[in-house]
């Protein structure tokens, strides 16, 4: 008996989030991409603090959904795993892609563009693929994709600002892995990138979020 695994394309339907409201008068506009376990809407809650005038944030879904264990009672999120990982990155580029082209947005905004844990995969990943534009890139909490090379962010502006936001004790990234990550920054966005450690845990530092606008 023999097994085969084939492929097919065929056309799908996810959702997104958004807070606030986009208008002439908006200043920045933030693509944030939330950890595992997540679900867009509840990640914008890290967002709240943000003067809602100024800021219009856009939050993908990702879209493998799960129950969270021990209870299996909450629904949470993941963006990729080591299985299939370059069809799903695929999958995941066309997606924010109709997510942006959705929002048709203005040259004139700053767009800043936020990887949460997991989500700096997608984030950084999506940049490289697309040479998005940003006024400023913030890694925070989380791993950046070995594949990628500095000359994948040549195309940035130089004005650019790259933040890499960690928690001192973060219990998925001990003080070697920080290390490890903080020298692939390092080589990729030389001296744009500005470390920020603070303390705390593997949670979304929202005073580091509030105060960079």
Not at 97 to 126: C, F, H, P, T
Not at 173 to 185: M, P
Request: proline content about 3%.
């Amino acid at each position: 008996m023999n097994s085969e695994e084939k492929e097919i394309s065929y056309t799908t339907t996810n959702t997104y989030s958004t807070l606030n409201t986009l208008t002439k008068n908006t200043k920045n506009v933030w693509l944030v991409c939330h950890g595992m376990g997540y679900l867009s809407r509840y990640f914008l809650r890290s967002f709240k603090g943000l003067n809602s005038e100024d800021n219009y944030i856009i939050a993908p879904q990702a879209q493998s959904k799960y129950y969270i264990p021990p209870k299996l009672k909450y629904v949470g999120a993941s963006w990729l795993t080591k299985e299939n990982t370059i069809k799903e990155t695929e999958n995941v580029m066309r997606y924010f892609d109709a997510v942006l082209s959705s929002e048709k947005l203005a040259m004139d905004k700053n767009l800043i563009v936020l990887g949460y844990s997991q989500g700096v995969s997608v984030a950084m990943r999506y940049l490289a693929k697309r040479q998005l534009q940003c006024s400023q890139l913030v890694i925070h909490s989380g791993g950046i994709p070995k594949e990628l090379t500095p000359k994948d962010f040549e195309y940035l502006n130089l004005n650019t600002k790259v933040h890499l936001v960690y928690g001192t004790k973060d219990e998925y990234l001990n003080n070697e892995r920080i290390a490890q990550e903080i020298i692939k920054a390092k080589a990729l966005f030389k001296n744009r990138l500005h470390v920020h450690p603070f303390e705390g845990k593997h949670i979304v530092n929202i005073d580091f979020i509030n105060s960079i606008v």
